[in-house]
């Protein structure tokens, strides 16, 4: 039970143990805010204290309909980044709450993930796995590698990431394939540029091609690497000895199809950072092959990224605390 002296304190709980930079930064950002309680709790412990706190950070927990009931002095709930898919936005709109994600573009986020794209996309290239082992082994000069120059990228949803990674992947010198559900003259994520024009030829200058969502089985066919979220259908449909990089939500791979296509030697390679289980197993016999990379959900999670999305969110809980409108964020509901 809060005490009438504890109703003077703006409380914000982060949910689970995975991602801790995400609470101590906000934690190290609002120190000197002592009317600012910050705490991180177990999964099983949120349902018994969620009802104290007035927003919730909720990383990788799914608030589903029950959950969000006991959060009877819960003003905002909001995601560590830009996915708000583990919340149900429509028992928070019913019961009075917002939903709200912290826009990728403003904090690096978007900017931290297309760097891991390249890097998963290079480290497959250049077989890394099969480089320590040479190194264990004592043996130079190899193995023989790939390089990006000449490469075609299918970028699959132009999204925040999408953009700033065809922006990163120009100067390598590859071709730049891009696809999203619909097309719009403000197609520069995040800008600030009001000419519909200038908007329009920076995007044409970054994509060599755009297609829509229905092209995306025609594009996997013209692709070297694919970069996006992949459903089980669409391997099949990548050409043969193509790479599959997905830093985005790992639940959409279909593990069964995955692990089909690389036994088999149609998909040329695998690099994750999100995956369909996680924390990841790390038996799983998928990592028998050595054209498999994964890293532990890492790609937004930069010192930069992390210092300026804790900032977000201590200056929401300040702009809460005060009484004021709460900006800075993207609200969903």
């Given at each position: 039970?809060?005490?009438?002296?504890?109703k003077?304190?703006?409380?914000?709980?982060f949910?689970?143990p995975h991602?801790?930079?995400?609470?101590?930064?906000?934690?190290?950002y609002l120190?000197?805010?002592?009317?600012?309680?910050?705490?991180?709790v177990?999964f099983?412990?949120?349902?018994?204290?969620?009802?104290d706190?007035h927003?919730c950070?909720?990383k990788?927990?799914r608030l589903?309909?029950?959950?969000?009931?006991?959060?009877k002095?819960?003003?905002?709930?909001?995601?560590?980044?830009?996915?708000?898919?583990?919340?149900?936005?429509?028992?928070?709109?019913?019961?009075?709450?917002?939903?709200?994600?912290?826009?990728?573009?403003?904090?690096?986020?978007?900017?931290?993930?297309?760097e891991m794209?390249?890097?998963?996309?290079?480290?497959?290239?250049?077989?890394?796995n099969?480089?320590?082992?040479?190194?264990?082994?004592?043996?130079?000069?190899?193995?023989?590698?790939?390089?990006?120059?000449?490469k075609?990228?299918?970028?699959?949803?132009f999204g925040?990431?999408?953009?700033?990674?065809?922006?990163?992947?120009?100067?390598?010198?590859v071709k730049?394939?891009a696809?999203?559900?619909?097309?719009?003259?403000?197609?520069?994520?995040?800008?600030?540029?009001?000419?519909?024009?200038?908007?329009?030829?920076?995007?044409?200058?970054?994509?060599?091609?755009?297609?829509s969502?229905?092209?995306?089985?025609?594009?996997?066919?013209?692709a070297?690497?694919?970069?996006?979220?992949?459903?089980k259908?669409?391997?099949?449909?990548?050409?043969?000895?193509?790479l599959?990089?997905?830093?985005?939500?790992?639940?959409?791979?279909d593990?069964?199809?995955?692990?089909y296509?690389?036994?088999?030697g149609?998909?040329?390679?695998?690099?994750?950072?999100?995956?369909?289980?996680?924390?990841?197993?790390?038996?799983?016999?998928?990592?028998?092959?050595?054209?498999?990379l994964?890293?532990p959900?890492v790609?937004?999670?930069t010192?930069?990224?992390?210092?300026?999305m804790?900032?977000?969110?201590?200056?929401v809980?300040?702009?809460?605390h005060?009484?004021?409108?709460?900006?800075?964020?993207?609200?969903?509901?």
């Amino acid at each position: 039970m809060t005490t009438e002296n504890d109703k003077r304190i703006t409380r914000i709980l982060f949910c689970g143990p995975h991602f801790p930079a995400s609470q101590n930064y906000t934690k190290e950002y609002l120190q000197n805010y002592s009317f600012i309680q910050v705490d991180a709790v177990p999964f099983d412990k949120v349902l018994d204290v969620i009802a104290d706190y007035h927003i919730c950070v909720v990383k990788d927990m799914r608030l589903d309909s029950n959950v969000i009931s006991h959060a009877k002095n819960m003003k905002l709930l909001m995601q560590f980044g830009v996915g708000v898919e583990g919340i149900d936005t429509i028992a928070a709109t019913r019961c009075g709450i917002k939903v709200a994600r912290i826009p990728g573009g403003a904090t690096g986020n978007a900017t931290s993930c297309a760097e891991m794209a390249i890097y998963l996309m290079l480290g497959l290239l250049r077989k890394q796995n099969e480089m320590q082992i040479s190194v264990q082994q004592k043996k130079l000069g190899e193995p023989v590698g790939e390089t990006l120059l000449g490469k075609t990228v299918f970028i699959m949803g132009f999204g925040n990431i999408g953009f700033q990674l065809a922006k990163r992947l120009r100067p390598f010198e590859v071709k730049i394939i891009a696809t999203k559900r619909s097309w719009s003259p403000s197609d520069t994520p995040d800008s600030c540029q009001s000419n519909e024009h200038v908007q329009n030829n920076v995007i044409d200058d970054l994509i060599d091609e755009k297609g829509s969502h229905e092209e995306i089985f025609k594009f996997a066919c013209k692709a070297d690497i694919v970069a996006g979220i992949i459903n089980k259908n669409f391997i099949s449909s990548m050409r043969k000895g193509a790479l599959l990089v997905n830093i985005a939500r790992g639940k959409l791979l279909d593990y069964d199809a995955v692990a089909y296509h690389l036994e088999s030697g149609h998909l040329g390679g695998l690099g994750i950072d999100v995956a369909w289980s996680e924390p990841f197993d790390p038996h799983d016999p998928i990592l028998k092959f050595k054209n498999v990379l994964i890293t532990p959900h890492v790609a937004g999670v930069t010192e930069h990224s992390y210092r300026s999305m804790a900032k977000v969110v201590g200056d929401v809980a300040l702009q809460l605390h005060d009484g004021h409108p709460l900006w800075g964020i993207e609200f969903v509901n």
